[in-house]
């Protein structure tokens, strides 16, 4: 019924979110009411042990559903007939949880890396789990998926993978019998050296792309024997990201902000007038997200964008009817179709909001039938849950800042203690819904404020490109001045407050002890940038093309030394006074060890006490369960001591 268009198409632009850690997701916030007891400390483990179960998916035919469970504390992916019999397990791995998976007709596909290198290898499994072969080489080559081909005569044993094979900087793609195990290329790019490929209906690769550092060229074939050649160039600012071809293969349904737009939209684009045709769906206060569409009945069937929440807009009367019908079915929880069999008779719907982690149903569309299939987290009891209310704050130069805050349940919002969370990224943006980690810190008695600084994505163009060279000052004073917005409201105490973030958010914690020294009682940085020169020097190779974008949006390393300098927390431990706890992994490519090394060694010689959790078999971010328990666990105890309430009741005795 819906099929999102990005399967079929590959961004043009960078994924420019490059220092982001995902997080879980998560009904606006009542003031709490007095009467009403905390809830009881909950255990660690409970908010970070893998889900009971996962990942629902149908099979194309309809006659199996499959999902991800845990096995020897890894995700691995489950196989069940539709109606009951006992699920086999497909896929046996020990060293990483089983990431993403669909079905390729009666075959299972999915991917992990090694030990956090984000090398991604792809597999392919029989679903009894007595064939699973690798697709793709299982060291020093990142792979993924193109086009999984659906649909497309004679390819119902083959996908389109892309990997860095070749050359370590650009992608080529490849046609992947997924039964044989047999590859071979689908272009020669060792002249071209085009960077990303987008496909029509069809399978057939019809544009490519190629960046000088700042502007890409989007190169155009009519068909695979004619040549690519020059479509147009947009700049990097610009943003014209194809999301899929028409039904017809002719034109393009474009997400773009060109002509002088702001936020994004949606439209139908003439390829061969190279202009837009038609609007397909926009807003005057937020970048436009997708498409969905119907491949049975060849409509669009729903754009959906980010504001506050999720939100969505129908394009399609019967994809309408079906949401009508089910809503009263989720009061007081978000809910979304996300996959169905090749008659798009069966479905399957999530359903949760920011205290309920989500529950998986499967709806038959011929008999209104709506099924649980399981609760991802039942131990998670969400009326002990925290809610999590969108909330805006002026900045001191006039911007709106858009954010979540989350008060902890059954407690007075008057001098709380309050953990600063800002996002990675930095082009990203937090999202209301479940959160495990912003759920511990509010069953801890915590506040947490979460932000969209300038520079998260969603806000539009301008909003975006105020962040260009301003990591450590504007896009820092946003930070503090959420800070300080709530200070003033009364609700926390301003002797108790932590800044804690992940990636870039790890950065902005260093600069917010660093540029603010008195503002923060502790900090909590999780693989965190530390020094601009060294950051970029390491970039992983793949990013190497948009090398001088990145020299635009971040600073030169020579033309703004002076800035980077100023702006690299590292360079100036000398000002830092804050307890700070670092944790990071050994094999991050993104933002490596000597990142957290050279911070560390310069606070010890500072005399500043500085905690360090290092993970060998880990990356950006720790996704192993039981590397997640001590990470957590830590920063419980490291929070305590700093801010916790044996910190308030000791300041109550002076």
Same mark, same amino acid.
Request: net charge negative.
């Given at each position: 019924?819906?099929?999102?268009?990005?399967?079929?198409?590959?961004?043009?632009?960078?994924?420019?979110?490059?220092?982001?850690?995902?997080?879980?997701?998560?009904?606006?916030?009542?003031?709490?009411?007095?009467?009403?007891?905390?809830?009881?400390?909950?255990?660690?483990?409970?908010?970070?042990?893998?889900?009971?179960?996962?990942?629902?998916?149908?099979?194309?035919?309809?006659?199996?559903?499959?999902?991800?469970?845990?096995?020897?504390?890894?995700?691995?992916?489950?196989?069940?007939?539709?109606?009951?019999?006992?699920?086999?397990?497909?896929?046996?791995?020990?060293?990483?949880?089983?990431?993403?998976?669909?079905?390729?007709?009666?075959?299972?596909?999915?991917?992990?890396?090694?030990?956090?290198?984000?090398?991604?290898?792809?597999?392919?499994?029989?679903?009894?789990?007595?064939?699973?072969?690798? %697709?793709?080489?299982?060291?020093?080559?990142?792979?993924?998926?193109?086009?999984?081909?659906?649909?497309?005569?004679?390819?119902?044993?083959?996908?389109?993978?892309?990997?860095?094979?070749?050359?370590?900087?650009?992608?080529?793609?490849?046609?992947?019998?997924?039964?044989?195990?047999?590859?071979?290329?689908?272009?020669?790019?060792?002249?071209?050296?085009?960077?990303?490929?987008?496909?029509?209906?069809?399978?057939?690769?019809?544009?490519?792309?190629?960046?000088?550092?700042?502007?890409?060229?989007?190169?155009?074939?009519?068909?695979?024997?004619?040549?690519?050649?020059?479509?147009?160039?947009?700049?990097?600012?610009?943003?014209?990201?194809?999301?899929?071809?028409?039904?017809?293969?002719?034109?393009?349904?474009?997400?773009?902000?060109?002509?002088?737009?702001?936020?994004?939209?949606?439209?139908?684009?003439?390829?061969?007038?190279?202009?837009?045709?038609?609007?397909?769906?926009?807003?005057?206060?937020?970048?436009?997200?997708?498409?969905?569409?119907?491949?049975?009945?060849?409509?669009?069937?729903?754009?959906?964008?980010?504001?506050?929440?999720?939100?969505?807009?129908?394009?399609?009367?019967?994809?309408?009817?079906?949401?009508?019908?089910?809503?009263?079915?989720?009061?007081?929880?978000?809910?979304?179709?996300?996959?169905?069999?090749?008659?798009?008779?069966?479905?399957?719907?999530?359903?949760?909001?920011?205290?309920?982690?989500?529950?998986?149903?499967?709806?038959?569309?011929?008999?209104?039938?709506?099924?649980?299939?399981?609760?991802?987290?039942?131990?998670?009891?969400?009326?002990?849950?925290?809610?999590?209310?969108?909330?805006?704050?002026?900045?001191?130069?006039?911007?709106?800042?858009?954010?979540?805050?989350?008060?902890?349940?059954?407690?007075?919002?008057?001098?709380?203690?309050?953990?600063?969370?800002?996002?990675?990224?930095?082009?990203?943006?937090?999202?209301?819904?479940?959160?495990?980690?912003?759920?511990?810190?509010?069953?801890?008695?915590?506040?947490?404020?979460?932000?969209?600084?300038?520079?998260?994505?969603?806000?539009?163009?301008?909003?975006?490109?105020?962040?260009?060279?301003?990591?450590?000052?504007?896009?820092?004073?946003?930070?503090?001045?959420?800070?300080?917005? %709530?200070?003033?409201?009364?609700?926390?105490?301003?002797?108790?407050?932590?800044?804690?973030?992940?990636?870039?958010?790890?950065?902005?914690?260093?600069?917010?002890?660093?540029?603010?020294?008195?503002?923060?009682?502790?900090?909590?940085?999780?693989?965190?940038?530390?020094?601009?020169?060294?950051?970029?020097?390491?970039?992983?190779?793949?990013?190497?093309?948009?090398?001088?974008?990145?020299?635009?949006?971040?600073?030169?390393?020579?033309?703004?030394?002076?800035?980077?300098?100023?702006?690299?927390?590292?360079?100036?431990?000398?000002?830092?006074?804050?307890?700070?706890?670092?944790?990071?992994?050994?094999?991050?490519?993104?933002?490596?060890?000597?990142?957290?090394?050279?911070?560390?060694?310069?606070?010890?010689?500072?005399?500043?006490?500085?905690?360090?959790?290092?993970?060998?078999?880990?990356?950006?971010?720790?996704?192993?369960?039981?590397?997640?328990?001590?990470?957590?666990?830590?920063?419980?105890?490291?929070?305590?001591?700093?801010?916790?309430?044996?910190?308030?009741?000791?300041?109550?005795?002076?």
């Amino acid at each position: 019924m819906m099929k999102h268009g990005s399967t079929k198409a590959l961004s043009l632009a960078m994924t420019i979110g490059i220092l982001g850690l995902s997080s879980c997701g998560g009904g606006e916030q009542n003031s709490t009411s007095m009467a009403e007891q905390p809830p009881p400390a909950i255990p660690v483990k409970e908010f970070f042990k893998n889900p009971e179960k996962a990942s629902f998916r149908i099979s194309p035919d309809g006659q199996y559903i499959s999902y991800r469970a845990p096995w020897n504390d890894r995700m691995n992916v489950f196989v069940q007939k539709m109606g009951g019999s006992d699920p086999v397990q497909v896929t046996h791995d020990t060293i990483r949880d089983v990431g993403g998976y669909f079905w390729k007709g009666d075959r299972i596909l999915y991917t992990r890396d090694i030990n956090g290198d984000e090398n991604f290898i792809v597999f392919s499994a029989s679903i009894d789990g007595t064939d699973v072969k690798a %697709l793709t080489p299982k060291q020093g080559v990142r792979a993924g998926i193109l086009d999984d081909l659906d649909g497309v005569d004679g390819m119902e044993q083959h996908v389109m993978i892309q990997m860095n094979d070749r050359d370590a900087r650009v992608f080529d793609p490849y046609l992947v019998n997924i039964v044989t195990g047999e590859r071979k290329s689908m272009f020669d790019n060792s002249k071209d050296n085009y960077e990303s490929w987008i496909t029509d209906h069809a399978g057939v690769i019809r544009m490519a792309t190629k960046t000088d550092g700042v502007n890409t060229t989007i190169f155009y074939r009519a068909g695979e024997k004619e040549p690519f050649l020059p479509y147009m160039t947009t700049g990097f600012k610009d943003s014209w990201s194809p999301q899929m071809f028409t039904f017809d293969n002719a034109n393009l349904i474009v997400d773009h902000n060109l002509n002088g737009r702001d936020k994004t939209a949606i439209v139908e684009w003439d390829l061969a007038g190279k202009k837009e045709i038609k609007v397909i769906a926009e807003n005057a206060d937020y970048d436009m997200g997708g498409v969905d569409y119907s491949k049975k009945r060849k409509v669009l069937t729903m754009a959906t964008w980010t504001g506050a929440k999720s939100e969505r807009m129908f394009l399609d009367k019967e994809t309408e009817a079906m949401y009508n019908k089910l809503a009263p079915k989720f009061e007081g929880r978000e809910f979304w179709i996300y996959g169905e069999d090749d008659s798009e008779t069966k479905f399957l719907v999530w359903a949760g909001n920011d205290r309920d982690p989500g529950t998986y149903y499967y709806f038959d569309s011929t008999t209104d039938r709506l099924d649980e299939l399981a609760r991802s987290r039942p131990w998670i009891d969400p009326a002990q849950m925290a809610e999590m209310t969108p909330i805006t704050y002026p900045s001191r130069d006039g911007l709106t800042i858009h954010g979540y805050l989350t008060l902890p349940k059954g407690r007075e919002a008057k001098g709380l203690p309050l953990v600063v969370n800002p996002h990675g990224g930095p082009w990203a943006r937090d999202e209301w819904g479940y959160n495990p980690e912003i759920q511990l810190l509010a069953n801890r008695g915590y506040a947490v404020l979460q932000m969209n600084f300038r520079g998260s994505t969603g806000y539009g163009r301008e909003f975006w490109t105020k962040s260009f060279k301003q990591w450590g000052k504007t896009m820092q004073d946003d930070i503090t001045d959420g800070v300080e917005f %709530l200070v003033k409201s009364g609700q926390v105490d301003p002797k108790r407050v932590a800044i804690y973030g992940a990636s870039y958010g790890g950065y902005a914690t260093l600069a917010g002890i660093t540029y603010t020294p008195d503002l923060y009682a502790c900090a909590v940085d999780y693989v965190g940038v530390s020094d601009l020169f060294t950051f970029q020097r390491s970039f992983p190779p793949y990013w190497a093309p948009y090398k001088e974008m990145m020299y635009e949006m971040v600073g030169d390393p020579v033309k703004d030394s002076l800035l980077l300098d100023a702006a690299s927390p590292a360079r100036h431990a000398d000002k830092i006074k804050t307890p700070l706890f670092i944790a990071q992994g050994a094999n991050d490519p993104r933002v490596v060890k000597a990142e957290s090394d050279q911070m560390v060694a310069a606070l010890k010689a500072q005399g500043v006490e500085v905690e360090y959790m290092v993970k060998d078999n880990e990356g950006h971010g720790f996704h192993n369960e039981e590397n997640r328990f001590d990470f957590y666990g830590a920063m419980e105890k490291f929070l305590e001591q700093h801010i916790g309430e044996s910190v308030r009741s000791e300041e109550a005795k002076h």
